[in-house]
């Protein structure tokens, strides 16, 4: 269960570059249209690093990824929340 709670510790770093991108898409609205890329990118380049990173800490990798796969799913439903209340 450790290694899931390492997993879920992207989720700390998703959920405030998240928040950066969608106020960069509230107060420039004409690079709205580039939210949804950007932010996979950048998404992927966070979760890939924090994964490479901390696999060596962890003795189950299923639960590692696990963890991480979870992280992602409840980062992109409090980036949709928050897209929904923007408009």
């Not at 290694?3 to 509230?26: E, M």
């Not at 963890?67 to 799913?73: E, T």
């Amino acid at each position: 269960m450790n290694d899931l709670a390492i997993g879920l510790g992207a989720l700390a770093l998703l959920i405030p570059t998240n928040g950066l991108i969608l106020n960069v898409a509230k107060y420039k609205p004409h690079l709205a249209m580039g939210v949804p890329g950007v932010s996979m990118f950048v998404n992927a380049i966070i979760v890939l690093t924090y994964g490479v990173m901390l696999k060596s800490y962890s003795t189950d990798t299923k639960l590692f990824v696990g963890g991480i796969l979870l992280s992602i799913f409840i980062s992109m439903i409090i980036k949709l929340n928050k897209l929904i209340k923007i408009k």
